[in-house]
């Protein structure tokens, strides 16, 4: 589970992406699996990658349901009847996200917090070995933080997924994810587990005065900013 | 009409959107066929109703004789039987092919374009339409083709040539960005209407033209429906096929190419598929407003936005539009006969206000 941080305009969201398929990259390539994503078509892509956006338009008049079937457009055919299979992954995602009682609200009616688990649940019904996030904790109060990361690191043990996440938090990274990568200027500058990128000069790259610590209750090391 | 608004409305409320759709087709058909009745009921009136008066029983009698249903003896003037079957049967179908194929290319334009506000005019038509319809009012050629005269053969070709171009402008590095495409759509748009009216002005065409542009359903050649009612229905039915990686649209272009759609793929289809339904709407009837803005509008308020759905739905409910506004249009001031854009825009105009209340109400909530 890798968190990709850096300041605004680091490359983060670029990165993300290029990973995903939207952008081209001008050199270089992305694997999944040890083949090279623009070679694989588009619905291939699809079934390996899930990417859950920063923003999904919140007023959108589909069913919960409904939105969360759209997760299988990667394998439903042209004249778009879902198959069992189809209803058990929409149905299994739904569980997993714990939203199952919201299925027949509509998307637009729902809180910001279930909206976001909502989305999530449309790249879990896409059944993907790889999982991208951007920014997903950015509009969350932390009660729905926590739920959403706590929900992340179990889905990822369940479901054997491999997720990155672009995350604006560096704590709630060093918290959750077991590898973070820091980039700065369009290139990656540090690489590995949380306490060794938090103790590595990385993060000079924030340009703010930082204070590292262990956190009290786990002991993992947290970053504070200081003041004079 | 106002009859059959209700009866859907009853329908709407009924429907259970609480599971993932299990089966889709007998819903989809519970929901269709109200839609359907309140169409036949209007083509109805339609029929029995016009400026000349013949019996309800009589015309009955001729229609069913017309499609071999009849076997008693045939009391009735020839000439009613000539204005049932050449004069408002064609007139009727004219209308429900114009407004079914208006209502789903509105429809389509608005899920292309992610735009609410978007009519089958919007990137072009109606103002490429008008500049052919001038030209063929002013240059020594005359053509017939199916059926169709000058005025509309050109008019056809305009109108597709138009969003060709507008489609061509607003392509850069393989992708056609949405705003670019209103944008080149509406400059365009607005140069064409300009060198229309002013060519209209100069060669003192006005009135013909002016005629045209409000709309009319004078259906003079049987062969015009024939031909294209047909490709209507077709492309009406086609558009089924993209109403699922519409929806999947509505999450955003990068999103839905995230989840396997190819998006530019799709808006090509979708603006083709939305450009000669319109093109084909406006050779029959000339330039009818608000159908296509307000039908796709009126069924997402009752039946929600999904397009599998919302397309045979919009089609319907357009066609009911059309024929009744037709009907209006013949009988409000007989025996002059009222432009069909201006009894569509009368109707729809408040329609449309009417809609726009209710769906900031629902946001609300």
Do not use: C
Not at chain 2, 112 to 139: C, E, K, S
Not at chain 2, 205 to 217: H, P, V
Not at chain 2, 328 to 333: E, K, M, N, P, Q
Request: glycine share 8%; no cysteine; hydrophobic share 55%.
């Amino acid at each position: 589970m890798l968190a990709l941080v850096g300041p605004n305009g680091s490359g983060k969201t670029t990165l993300l992406r290029i990973l995903s398929g939207s952008l081209r990259p001008d050199a270089g390539d992305v694997t999944a699996g040890g083949t090279a994503l623009t070679h694989l078509g588009r619905r291939h892509v699809a079934r390996t990658i899930a990417v859950v956006p920063q923003h999904t338009d919140p007023s959108l008049l589909f069913s919960v349901a409904d939105l969360v079937a759209m997760g299988r457009s990667p394998y439903v055919s042209l004249l778009g009847s879902l198959t069992a299979e189809d209803r058990r992954a929409v149905a299994a995602a739904l569980r997993a996200t714990e939203i199952e009682h919201l299925a027949g609200k509509r998307f637009a009616d729902l809180s910001g917090g279930e909206q976001q688990r909502a989305a999530l649940a449309t790249a879990l019904a896409q059944a993907t070995p790889f999982l991208l996030l951007d920014e997903p904790t950015v509009h969350l109060d932390l009660h729905h933080q926590h739920r959403l990361l706590e929900l992340l690191s179990r889905l990822r043990q369940e479901r054997d997924l491999g997720v990155l996440a672009v995350m604006h938090d560096l704590n709630l990274a060093a918290l959750y994810f077991d590898h973070i990568a820091v980039l700065g200027g369009g290139r990656l500058l540090e690489a590995g587990p949380p306490d060794a990128v938090l103790r590595s000069g990385a993060l000079r790259v924030f340009d703010a005065p930082l204070v590292t610590l262990a956190h009290p209750e786990n002991g993992r090391l947290q970053v504070l900013l200081d003041r004079d | 009409m106002s009859g059959a608004r209700v009866k859907v409305l009853a329908f709407g409320r009924m429907a259970d959107r609480a599971l993932p759709q299990q089966s889709v087709v007998p819903m989809a058909v519970l929901r269709l066929a109200p839609l359907l009745a309140a169409l036949l009921a209007v083509a109805a009136a339609g029929i029995l109703y016009s400026s000349t008066a013949i019996a309800p029983a009589q015309t009955l009698r001729i229609l069913l004789a017309g499609v071999g249903l009849y076997t008693g003896h045939r009391t009735w003037p020839a000439a009613d039987a000539l204005i049932i079957w050449q004069l408002r049967v064609p007139r009727v179908a004219a209308a429900a092919l114009v407004g079914g194929a208006l209502a789903v290319a509105g429809a389509l334009y608005q899920a292309v374009l992610r735009n609410p506000l978007a009519d089958p005019y919007v990137i072009g038509t109606a103002a490429g339409a008008q500049l052919g319809m001038i030209a063929a009012l002013l240059l020594p050629v005359q053509v017939a083709l199916l059926g169709f005269g000058t005025l509309q053969v050109f008019a056809f070709i305009t109108a597709s040539l138009t969003v060709l171009v507008v489609y061509g402008l607003a392509r850069t590095g393989g992708r056609t960005p949405i705003v670019t495409l209103l944008l080149a759509g509406f400059v365009l748009s607005s140069f064409l209407i300009s060198a229309s009216t002013f060519l209209m002005m100069i060669s003192n065409r006005i009135e013909q033209a002016m005629q045209w542009t409000m709309g009319s359903l004078d259906v003079s050649e049987m062969t015009q429906l024939t031909v294209v009612g047909p490709v209507i229905l077709f492309l009406v039915a086609g558009s089924v096929l993209l109403a699922r990686p519409l929806d999947v649209m509505m999450l955003g272009e990068e999103q839905a190419g995230h989840l396997g759609i190819h998006v530019e793929r799709l808006k090509l289809v979708a603006v083709v598929v939305a450009t000669l339904l319109t093109a084909l709407a406006v050779t029959l009837a000339g330039i009818v407003a608000f159908v296509g803005l307000v039908a796709p509008h009126a069924i997402r308020l009752i039946y929600g936005p999904g397009h599998r759905l919302l397309l045979p739905s919009s089609a319907l409910v357009g066609a009911t539009f059309v024929v009744g506004a037709d009907l209006i249009s013949r009988v409000a001031l007989a025996p002059v006969p009222i432009p069909l854009s201006i009894v569509t825009a009368v109707i729809g105009a408040p329609l449309f206000l009417h809609l726009l209340r209710r769906s900031k109400r629902t946001y609300s909530v």
